[in-house]
């Protein structure tokens, strides 16, 4: 407030002084003193790769639109500029401003990072936000993120994913012993635990792998993105799952690129991110959607795992997480905050909307 | 684009016209030619309303610092300015520049505008947003609501609600034979087919009536507002509900007024009204839970209505819907949007949410 009284003051004998030029002249010279700032942005995704991608270059597109063109985003698709995976490192650096990507691929750096993506059994993609931006989840991550330099934002959400594509129907956790699947993260190692034999496959291989039988089975994202993959045609068992229930994206920023940014700037680009977060959710849930009605005409039978395996799974997650916490001080002290949260917002969620969805849909 | 290269050309004229001119000046002139906004927002919420008071209040604060300045939205809690009810005639007329409030509060002026509110068994938030954002339901609004020379905007969402609070145990159909239940809206009408007396109450006089036994149950939003209403001193059965699943709030401009503003702050608003939109989702999602862990302290009991109940709410409803539809045309148009949409959002969210929180809570 005292800034603006400040500006209004000043700006009187600025004009003052100005009134022999003409208005149309100091209008335009009036933008040409705005700041411009250009972000270069790599992603872990190919250019233009569908809902992730359309979503950060939306992101882009208002950033510039609503800064009145002060801030230019530069969107980098995955290795047209950086590797992939090395989107953290180049940032960390500061040779590029922002990168949007996963947590769960950092998990190399700091085994605690792939719980801000997101467990098995975990939380939906609103509770995830929720203990995000409320429940004080952010602030732990940008205090882990900045040992590296690096300010995460919300970056979006993949929304509850599928639990996979399996060739043969599975009845049993029998059924899972030596069972060949593409399955990363902590999912995989929650898989394994039940014997199966997670196999990490670039995206451009998983279809051939399958196709061939090289692979039993792979969990891809959902129906949206699983149909362009084209895995309904090679394997007929289709799988709710229980591995990705809201997988965070990030949208991270260089620390002091960061900082360097007027209260205007940083304010509008974190309510942009906190729009990209959400927005990336009802686009999922809208493709996803109409992507069900297509893969139901190619025959896909839909399927839920056996109890069994539910149980067992949920038991070999806890075993996963004592692993880690052994292993790792700062996961640990992650999931020491995450789990309280988590046992609260499941006893809410249970009694508002999964009551709510057992009415509406049985 | 073509946008930007005319402003940054016709930029370096104004520069050398004005090279005269010292450097603090013009800087000083240059902001003072800075537009200042100013958006009377009156609201049908008290000043400073949890949650949703509170949602609105930092889109103020966001939007002030966003354009670093140059808008100033000047929120007035319900009736400081223009009655809590009176906001739509008022913007309309413009005599204010925007209001915040919920599209069900103006079925009087066209019954279809409640439907653009939810329904009993109808969108849950993040199926709305889809539908809002992805699904055309906002286009379908924009041109009911320009009929009145207003602009809505996502202005948030209670989430799923409760089904309320009941002094005795519902056990089946014939307990709500003649029950005086405080319940306005859509869920008003299918409960009222169900045999009970739906009462409208202002909110000031819900929990005395329910105390002396004016009313025998009542409906309010979810556990983070009931408990500061107080009803679990005087209903202990708390239900589950199906009656509004996620209450979209409006964040609406006077229409002229919103197309008199610069494209930046078109795209500024909009994208920030997404944020507002989602973040109340997620601060309910927190509030909620907390609240549900001292309502249990207190001894509420929880509840579910029988399926009885459920399966007679479902028949009602779409009594309900035929009846509006053949008395509005309007409403039958706004139905028939809805109803394939709300189909396969129901697929789809019963083989990945739905699955997954069963998998997850039992």
Redesign the interface.
């Known amino acids: 407030m005292e800034?603006?009284l400040f500006?209004?003051s000043?700006?009187?004998?600025?004009?003052s002084?100005?009134s022999g030029?003409?208005r149309?002249?100091?209008?335009?010279?009036?933008?040409?003193?705005k700041r411009k700032i250009e972000i270069k942005l790599a992603t872990s995704w190919p250019a233009g790769f569908p809902i992730m991608g359309e979503g950060v270059e939306e992101f882009a597109k208002?950033l510039n639109?609503?800064?009145?063109?002060e801030v230019e985003v530069k969107v980098f698709g995955k290795n047209l500029l950086v590797p992939a995976l090395g989107v953290f490192d180049a940032c960390s650096k500061g040779q590029i401003e922002a990168f949007h990507s996963g947590p769960y691929y950092w998990k190399g750096k700091n085994p605690a990072f792939s719980l801000f993506g997101g467990f098995p059994?975990g939380f939906?993609?609103?509770?995830m936000?929720?203990?995000m931006?409320?429940?004080g989840g952010l602030d732990i991550w940008r205090k882990l993120y900045a040992r590296y330099n690096l300010y995460p934002l919300l970056g979006g959400n993949t929304?509850?994913?599928?639990g996979g594509w399996f060739k043969k129907k599975i009845t049993s956790l029998k059924d899972l012993k030596g069972l060949k699947m593409r399955i990363p993260g902590l999912g995989g190692e929650v898989f394994a635990k039940l014997g199966v034999n997670p196999i990490l496959l670039p995206a451009g291989e998983i279809y051939t792998a399958l196709e061939r039988g090289t692979i039993d089975a792979t969990e891809w994202v959902?129906?949206a993105l699983d149909i362009k993959m084209g895995f309904y045609k090679v394997a007929k068992y289709y799988y709710?799952?229980?591995h990705e229930?809201g997988s965070v994206l990030e949208l991270t920023f260089n620390k002091e690129f960061w900082q360097s940014l007027?209260?205007?700037l940083k304010?509008?680009i974190t309510?942009?991110s906190?729009?990209l977060?959400?927005?990336m959710?009802?686009?999922f849930?809208?493709?996803?959607?109409?992507a069900?009605?297509e893969l139901k005409k190619y025959g896909v039978i839909?399927e839920?795992?056996p109890k069994e395996i539910?149980e067992a799974a949920k038991k070999a997650l806890f075993e996963v997480i004592e692993e880690q916490s052994k292993k790792s001080r700062d996961f640990k002290m992650v999931w020491e905050a995450i789990e309280p949260y988590w046992q609260?917002?499941?006893?809410?969620?249970?009694?508002?909307?999964?009551?709510?969805?057992?009415?509406?849909?049985g």
Not at 124 to 127: A, P
Not at 344 to 361: A, C, H, P, V
């Open positions: 800034r603006r500006l209004t000043s700006a009187l004998i600025g004009a002084l100005l030029c003409k149309e002249e100091v209008k335009s010279f009036n933008i040409s003193k208002n639109s609503a800064s009145g063109g059994f939906t993609s609103n509770e936000s929720a203990w931006l409320y429940g929304d509850v994913q599928m959902g129906p709710s799952g229980f229930p007027g209260e205007d304010s509008l309510s942009l906190n729009e977060n959400a927005k959710v009802y686009n849930q809208d493709k996803n959607a109409k069900l009605i839909l839920e795992f539910v609260i917002q499941r006893e809410w969620t249970s009694l508002g909307l999964k009551n709510f969805l057992r009415m509406r849909d």
